[in-house]
């Protein structure tokens, strides 16, 4: 187990973490290390404490936990809400990848992208609402209407463009 001091204010809030979870201090810290390190249970356990020989064995009866499934799950999600991108940054982003592309930069030829920037356009177009996959209009006509023919010509002359 990792050494903890009394001092130590992070050590007491784990404590905190753990007693209210019903987990141990070496199970919060694994799901802390297998979120980090991408999924390797093995280094997340020996991070945790456990010893080598026993790293696998240890990992494999954490990952069926519920509990320690139920904070994974709650780490997870609270990992993704902090990469939330906002729409502000998502056109930066694609500015700069367009410059890039414009400059030449990323080929081997030393000349603009113009696919990728291309492409790139199409995105920020759309993203901004300036793209209409599908062109539609509708109007709408007023008319007392007696005959099937009648209809026939309103819809003729109504569906010609403009």
């Not at 080598?52 to 936990?65: C, G």
Request: aromatic letters at 6%; glycine letters at 4%.
């Amino acid at each position: 187990m990792p050494k903890k001091t009394t001092n130590d204010k992070k050590s007491d809030i784990y404590e905190d973490f753990c007693d209210q979870r019903g987990l141990n201090y070496r199970k919060v810290i694994f799901v802390e290390h297998y979120i980090r390190n991408g999924g390797n249970g093995r280094q997340a356990a020996i991070e945790a404490g456990y010893a080598e020989k026993s790293a696998d064995a240890q990992a494999s009866v954490m990952l069926v936990n519920p509990k320690v499934r139920k904070l994974m799950k709650e780490r997870m999600e609270q990992k993704i809400d902090s990469i939330h991108l906002t729409y502000e940054s998502k056109l930066q982003s694609l500015h700069e990848m367009f410059k890039l592309a414009m400059s030449g930069k990323n080929t081997k030829s030393g000349k603009a992208d113009l696919q990728a920037a291309k492409s790139i356009i199409s995105e920020m177009n759309k993203m901004q609402g300036h793209y209409a996959a599908d062109k539609r209009w509708t109007t709408v006509v007023n008319a007392d209407i007696d005959k099937t023919e009648d209809v026939e010509e309103l819809i003729h002359m109504y569906s010609k463009p403009i």
